[in-house]
């Protein structure tokens, strides 16, 4: 596998295993080891897993843009590496999906002491599986689950997938800061899943977002506003 090369404003830390990013930098933002820019990262051959420390100078309540933001990256670099016939699309919060099933997800998490104050930093995680897992269920038991080799791309190059990652994720960052919240909505909205099932057991119509990313669900006759945003960690 080929190291990553990042762009000049990202500083990359390796993980030896995609299950130890997330933990690591949660772990190295709230000790303030970790800021701006640096990216933990890992990649083998059956899964590829980055995280991205930023320091908001927006409020908590427009955090969760990033969410979406880190979905339409993801979108981007991944129809740079897939067949085209492979559907990329999202569903809501964080799924990524190809062609209808999930193979990876997209998650922001922030201190728990946050409030409604802007906070110190946040962290946004993204995973994709490359390979199938060595103790796979057999075919037909997980039918909305598949990796980037059962979608036709079992020569990817794990560290190529990781590097065009982190430079999707800068260009976005950067026509986010330039043109808001927008464009990133309409990238994630216009590759909406509209099959996808929603996440945390609810049921419903995702009949849209506002201005800061949360769902408008429909369902029992009532239009209700959900919060995108997982629960928070400690600091």
């Known amino acids: 596998m080929t190291d990553p090369i990042f762009p000049p ?3 990359g830390h390796r993980r ?4 130890e990013v997330p933990a690591a930098a949660l772990r190295g933002a709230a000790a303030h080891r970790y800021g701006a820019g640096d990216l933990i990262w890992a990649a083998d051959s059956e899964q590829a897993a ?3 420390v930023l320091e908001p100078e927006v409020p908590r309540d427009r955090c969760g843009e990033m969410l979406y933001l880190g979905a339409v990256a993801f979108g981007d670099a991944a129809g740079a590496v897939i067949p085209p016939e492979v559907a990329i699309t999202y569903s809501w919060p964080g799924g990524l999906r190809l062609n209808g099933a999930l193979v990876g997800k997209a998650e922001l998490i922030l201190p728990d002491d946050a409030g409604a104050a802007t906070p110190d930093w946040m962290v946004l995680t993204l995973d994709a599986a490359l ?3 060595r103790n796979r269920p057999e075919p037909g038991q997980e039918m909305d ?3 980037f080799w059962d979608e036709g791309c079992g020569d990817m190059n794990p560290g190529a997938l990781v590097e ?4 999707h994720l800068v260009n976005w960052l950067h026509r986010w800061e330039d043109d808001g919240f ?3 909505h309409e990238q994630w909205w216009g590759r909406r899943d509209t099959a996808a099932p929603l996440a945390r057991g609810l049921t419903g119509e995702l009949t849209g977002l506002d201005e800061h990313g949360n769902a408008l669900l429909k369902g029992g006759g009532m239009l209700k506003t959900l919060d995108q945003m997982p629960s928070a960690v400690p600091a």
């Open 182 to 184: 927008r464009p990133v």
């Open 145 to 147: 689950r598949t990796t």
């Open 16 to 19: 030896d295993s995609a299950s």
């Open 164 to 167: 065009s990652l982190s430079k």
């Open 9 to 11: 404003l990202l500083s």
């Open 50 to 52: 980055l995280a991205l």
């Open 131 to 133: 390979l199938p897992p």
